[in-house]
């Protein structure tokens, strides 16, 4: 060995000791391995020499290149662990908050809806929609009200001034209009329902002038009472996540509908426990198509037949969750939203249940 | 309607318990509202005498009395003023409960003095409000008898809610009708005695509007004597909250509950004969027995003598000629009056009357002569005297129908094979006839107290049909109603809990989505927001006119006629109003950092069906406070950010959108702006609310916030089959660049002339620094914008990237006269 080779040996091993950090381990190891690097130029020399002395440099060159390079390596390892040391070693308070970031909620009155729409889709309904401002044909006489009908005194009907298609304008006292509409919009069957506003003049603790409901209509050539209270007791059973909730249907009247029925579920006066059997209490009303509405839209009450009912949205989301009071749902109160409200990364889907 | 137990069983036999008959009354359809049983809480009081009330020897303000009970001698301590020696009183002995207070009375002493028991107030056993003193009773009140029984309280008292179409069910004697059909007992049954007549009536019926009042029946009594009803009587009316009179009337009043038949009573001595004619009114005001004036119009019915208007017919008589104590002679007036116009009237004049109640929803027509004699006997029995004969005008209208069952529509309608026989049994016991019958069907003849079956068919068809199609659906229901009217009889009596649940069958083994593809993005919008950190709220549709005009409209047209409250009179012209009504609550109350939408009906004079579809959202105050970054106030550029989230998460790219200022005017006029898209659509609007608005609503500051018409948002192209995504394996290189040009001149522009200037290398355009100041000069601003370079084939060569670098400031110079910064 050359002196000039041991020097670079022992050189490049004083080099690496003293590299405090990979940087400079890499600094090292680009003075003897770069392109400029002393190994590097070394090595290209070899071919300059004489032929006979060739193979003994190459094996001699190769040897210390194996060795410099194993110390770096070792040396790499090193440094490196000694890196990761100082760096875990910092430590940062883990109780401290998080970045905010502000979650929104959906109302209570859409949840419901949505609900609603969900299990009466898997019973085949589609929803429709219907406005608001409506006529009082749609509103009352296609639904067998007339004018002077006790029924249309106590529904406190909103006026609107003017008239439209030469009929009085209203605010829909029911979302009946829907079933109206979908029926003279295209011929039968029909399975619908529509969610939507509706008003009345009412406004106390248990009325809102503005409250929501669901109508649903189902309309072929054989479905029977039978199915209102199938059909009903289906919705009902899964809405409230009740296998066994007590549905029992009472006779009524309403002017659209023969025969009439109120539908009473089972629950806990003292409790609001749903599904108990101690006390019954009302919740929806329906009953047969009433000839006369089937008639009034050019549907063949003879040929066709089917039921409709109707649901205050309010009432049924009052139930479900135990909210007492009726006025807060349109109040925005802040407190009373966060307290209700449903995330919107769990919205009903049937395959993974309906809880919110 | 109210009914007592002990009234009901005068016409129905039964032992039933008063729970069945509840429980059935709501189950057929006359539902129970409430159902008290006064007796039952007054059970172990009894009647008993004070033998002696003597002084307290410890307390100045109490009694010690020794009391007779009926049953031993005890001595009770008492508080009130009035208890003394001799009187008869109520006594609730040790271990009754006191209905007011609900405490189990014990024996005790009282400052030295054995009290075993209490005499009663009206107030402590809840039969008025009297605390006064302690209930007297009258001397012959036997001691030691029930005190609810010997008073008549044991009745229990059933208040049923009579739905519209029952009529007939506002009488006692109808309500027992349909418990008897339902198997509750047994209709007992009932006729009226002819009462011969004893003279010639001197007044006489005449009517000169048969449409409103087709018949009348009178009767002239006479050699009577008025006065206080006896005891039965007087207190079946107080058992169902009538106030009794004097007896004429209190058997008018009997009748109107007994039988859903209501009659009136003229003083003979009053009326200006000799006849009394329904006729329309005149205009003429006279004082009604209810103590008020009324003036009935030209659409009124009314019954006038010579003198003028007396009563408005079938509503309420009037206070001159009503019977009083000195009544002598009356002329009873038994009519039929059309039930829509006594309706209108009724709605017209204000009064809600017993008689109204039945005759607008339709009496029993042939129950009138009987009616008459029953009326008549019972008024003899009270009162003495003799009747003359029975006077009429006009004739009963034709009232017999007919109504055909075939028995498969139980099932086939109502779900329920009810055997034939058992069908018409319930048919009959509710008072219908058959009068055909064979194996498939039977006719029935309908009973005249029953006007809700088998009635006239008026149809109100839609608009626009054509004649033959309107009476084909006549012809329809006039063949099918009837049927489905004894369906609902049969249903009802039989029980509809009978009926077996039938689920409907699947239209489709897998259900299609039940939501059109226009309403699944506003579930979509809603779950967006809501994701954002937006609280939905639900706002009234309607608001204060002056309100509404601080967000752009308040129509005449949209203006409700009857609003509930004068702050709720106008259709909002966008969830926006709401959302600030609501944020300015919130602000109130102490939460002015708020971040609220509504999606719902924003109300438009022009707009389809006159309502939009629009999500709104507003956000006020300040981002919430953290130690790891500050709180910044909200700004227009958040609203934006909603706006544009919400559009791309329905299908509707930032890059596709046109932005134009200002917003409208609820917004600040410098810091908003319109989102469009193509020349034509308009999709919504953003910025901060105008401090005008803020002002006048008491809103946080700042409060910005966002409108989207969810109707003008276009259906995104269904997904079908998607190209493969292009991944290219050179790495993307980006360059920032520097540009001072005009103040004016809007940032929208460069980025979009650098997105352009090269499209199929440049991937993505950021602006990433806005400046203005000396350094830039007057007048001048500085944007910073970082471009990214995609390559596609190969890796760029320096040459090339200089170029495409080179485009890119070519471009914005030429579309908006920037320059690079040097």
Redesign the interface.
């Known amino acids: 060995m050359d002196d000039n080779l041991a020097a670079l040996r022992e050189q490049a091993a004083a080099a690496i000791d003293a590299a405090s950090n990979v940087d400079a381990l890499k600094d090292v190891y680009t003075s003897l391995f770069g392109q400029r690097g002393r190994l590097t130029h070394l090595l290209r020399a070899i071919g300059q020499r004489p032929a006979a002395e060739r193979r003994e440099r190459g094996a001699e060159l190769n040897r210390i290149k194996e060795e410099i390079a194993q110390a770096i390596t070792q040396r790499h390892t090193v440094l490196e662990a000694a890196a990761w040391d100082a760096e875990i070693a910092e430590r940062i308070d883990v109780t401290?908050?998080?970045?905010?970031?502000?979650?929104?909620?959906?109302?209570p009155?859409?949840r419901t809806i949505?609900e609603i729409?969900?299990i009466?889709?898997?019973?085949?309904?589609?929803?429709?929609?219907g406005?608001?401002?409506e006529d009082d044909?749609r509103n009352f006489?296609?639904l067998?009200i007339?004018e002077?009908?006790?029924?249309r005194?106590d529904m406190d009907t909103?006026?609107?001034?003017?008239r439209r298609?030469?009929?009085r304008r209203v605010?829909r006292t029911h979302t009946s209009p829907g079933q109206i509409r979908t029926m003279?919009s295209r011929p039968p069957p029909y399975?619908v329902?529509v969610p939507g506003?509706t008003?009345r003049?009412?406004?106390d603790a248990t009325h809102s002038?503005?409250f929501h409901q669901v109508e649903g209509l189902?309309v072929d050539r054989?479905?029977?009472?039978?199915?209102?209270?199938?059909?009903l007791?289906?919705f009902l059973r899964a809405f409230f996540d009740k296998p066994l909730l007590p549905v029992?249907?009472?006779?009524?009247?309403f002017?659209f509908t023969?025969?009439?029925?109120?539908v009473d579920i089972g629950w806990n006066r003292q409790t609001g426990e749903i599904g108990a059997e101690s006390d019954w209490l009302e919740i929806l009303g329906s009953g047969?198509v009433?000839?006369?509405v089937l008639?009034?839209?050019?549907v063949?009450?003879?040929e066709w037949?089917g039921f409709a009912f109707g649901m205050g949205i309010e009432r049924v989301t009052m139930l479900k969750h135990g909210i007492t009071d009726l006025r807060p749902?349109?109040?925005?109160?802040?407190?009373w939203?966060?307290h209700y409200?449903f995330?919107?990364?769990r919205?009903p889907i049937l395959h993974e249940g309906l809880g919110g | 309607m109210k009914v007592s137990l002990a009234w009901l069983r005068t016409h129905l036999e039964t032992w039933e318990p008063l729970a069945r008959i509840v429980e059935t009354l709501?189950?057929?359809?006359l539902?129970v509202e409430s159902a008290t049983d006064r007796g039952a809480e007054l059970a172990s009081f009894r009647i008993a005498e004070v033998l002696e009330a003597a002084p307290h020897p410890n307390a100045e303000r109490l009694r010690a009395c020794r009391v007779e009970t009926g049953t031993g001698i005890v001595s009770v301590v008492c508080g009130a003023p009035n208890a003394r020696t001799g009187m008869k009183a109520v006594f609730a002995p040790p271990g009754s409960v006191i209905p007011a207070t609900g405490l189990v009375l014990k024996s005790s002493h009282i400052r030295g003095v054995e009290s075993a028991g209490m005499l009663l107030s009206e107030r402590e056993m809840r039969l008025g409000d009297d605390h006064a003193g302690i209930v007297e009773l009258p001397a012959d009140a036997p001691v030691g008898e029930s005190y609810a029984r010997w008073a008549g309280l044991d009745d229990p008292v059933i208040e049923v809610a009579v739905?519209?179409?029952?009529g007939d069910a506002l009488s006692v004697r109808g309500i027992a009708r349909d418990l008897a059909a339902a198997g509750l007992g047994r209709l007992k049954p009932w006729a009226a005695p002819p009462v011969p007549p004893a003279f010639a009536s001197p007044l006489a019926w005449a009517t000169t509007w048969p449409e409103a009042c087709p018949f009348v029946l009178g009767r002239t009594l006479r050699g009577l004597r008025n006065g206080p009803s006896p005891r039965r009587l007087a207190e079946r009316l107080e058992a169902i909250g009538l106030r009794p009179i004097n007896a004429l009337v209190d058997i008018t009043n009997f009748f109107t509950f007994d039988l859903g038949r209501p009659l009136h009573v003229f003083d003979a001595s009053k009326i200006s004969g000799p006849v009394l004619t329904m006729r329309r009114g005149r205009g003429e005001t006279f004082r009604a027995l209810n103590g008020r004036d009324v003036t009935p119009g030209a659409e009124d019915c009314v019954i006038a003598d010579a003198s003028g208007v007396v009563s408005l017919a079938g509503i309420v008589g009037g206070e001159p000629t009503g019977c009083d104590d000195r009544t002598a002679a009356i002329f009873l007036e038994c009519a039929l009056f059309d039930?829509?116009r006594i309706?209108?009237t009724g709605?017209r004049l204000g009064i809600l009357s017993d008689a109204r109640a039945r005759f607008?929803?339709g009496i029993d027509v042939a129950l009138m002569p009987d009616a008459v004699e029953a009326a008549t006997g019972m008024i003899l029995e009270l009162c003495g005297g003799e009747a003359s004969e029975v006077v009429s005008a006009g004739a009963p209208p034709a009232w017999r129908r007919t109504a055909t069952l075939r028995f498969s529509r139980l099932?086939?309608?109502?779900?329920?094979a009810v055997p034939p026989a058992e069908a018409i049994g319930i048919l009959e016991r509710l008072g219908f006839t058959p009068e055909r019958h064979d194996a498939a069907s039977v006719t029935v003849a309908v009973p005249p107290w029953r006007n809700d079956i088998a009635g006239r068919?008026?149809?109100?068809?839609?608009?626009g049909?054509l004649p033959a199609?309107a009476a084909?659906?006549?012809d329809?229901?006039v063949?099918?109603?009837p049927e489905?009217?004894l369906?609902?009889e049969v249903?009802?009596i039989r029980g509809?809990?009978c009926?077996?649940?039938?689920?409907?069958p699947?239209?489709?083994a897998v259900?299609?989505?039940?939501?059109?593809s226009a309403?699944a993005p506003i579930?979509h919008a809603?779950?967006?927001?809501?994701?954002?950190?937006?609280?939905?709220?639900?706002?009234?549709?309607?608001l204060a006119a002056g309100q509404a005009a601080l967000f752009g409209g308040a129509p005449?047209?949209?203006?409700?006629?009857?609003?509930?409250?004068a702050d709720?009179d106008q259709?909002r012209p966008t969830p926006l109003a709401?959302?600030a009504l609501?944020a300015g609550?919130?602000a109130a109350?102490g939460?002015p950092d708020?971040?609220?939408?509504e999606?719902?009906?924003a109300?438009l004079e022009g707009a389809p069906?006159?309502?939009r579809i629009m999500a709104a959202g507003l956000r006020s105050g300040a981002?919430?406070r953290?130690?790891?970054?500050p709180a910044r106030p909200c700004d227009a550029f958040d609203a934006k950010a909603d706006a544009f989230a919400l559009l791309a998460a329905l299908g509707v790219p930032a890059e596709s959108l046109r932005i134009t200022a200002p917003g409208p005017a609820c917004f600040h006029p410098g810091r908003s702006g319109l989102i469009g898209q193509g020349p034509t659509l308009r999709l919504g609007r953003f910025g901060e609310i105008h401090p005008r608005v803020v002002a006048a609503l008491g809103l946080p500051r700042p409060a910005v916030a966002f409108e989207v018409f969810l109707d003008a948002v276009p259906e995104p192209r269904r997904p079908g089959r998607r190209n493969p995504p292009e991944l290219s394996p050179f790495q993307p290189l980006s360059r920032d660049f520097a540009f001072v040009l005009d103040e004016s001149v809007p940032a929208g522009r460069v980025l979009c002339a650098a997105r352009g200037a090269e499209r199929n290398l440049i991937a993505g355009v950021t602006l990433f620094d806005v400046f203005a100041g000396p350094a830039v000069g007057a007048g001048k601003k500085s944007l910073g914008i970082e471009v990214i370079f995609q390559p596609r084939e190969r890796t760029l060569t320096d040459a090339e990237i200089e170029a495409a670098c080179r485009k890119v400031v070519a471009a914005v110079a030429k579309a908006t006269g920037a320059r690079l910064r040097g």
Request: hydrophobic residues 40%; proline residues 11%.
């Open positions: 401290l908050p998080p970045r905010p970031s502000p979650s929104g909620l959906i109302h009155i859409s949505a729409e969900a009466f889709g898997a019973l085949g309904f589609s929803v429709a929609e406005p608001e401002i044909w006489g296609a067998n007339p002077h009908h006790p029924a005194q909103f006026y609107l001034p003017g298609d030469g009929r605010l003279t399975r329902i506003r008003y003049a009412d406004h002038p503005m189902a054989a479905i029977t009472l039978g199915h209102l209270k199938g059909c007791i289906d029992r249907f009472r006779a009524s009247y002017p023969e025969p009439s029925m109120e047969m009433h000839p006369r008639a009034n839209c050019g063949d009450p003879r037949q749902f349109f109040e925005s109160d802040l407190r939203l966060r409200g995330s919107p990364l919205p | 709501s189950a057929i359809g539902e739905t519209p179409n029952r039930p829509v309706a209108d709605r607008e929803r099932a086939g309608l109502g779900g329920l068919v008026s149809l109100d068809v839609a608009p049909f199609k084909r659906m006549r329809a229901v063949a099918i109603e489905a009217d369906v609902e249903l009802r509809l809990d009926v077996p649940p039938v689920s409907l699947p239209l489709l259900p299609a989505p039940s939501l059109a309403a579930e809603r779950r967006l927001l809501a994701a954002r950190g937006l609280i939905e709220c639900v706002g009234f549709s309607f005449e047209s949209l203006r409700l006629e009857n609003p509930i409250a709720l259709m709401s959302l609501a609550r919130n109350r939460f708020l971040a609220l939408f999606i719902g009906p109300f069906d006159e309502q981002t919430p953290s130690w790891i970054e």
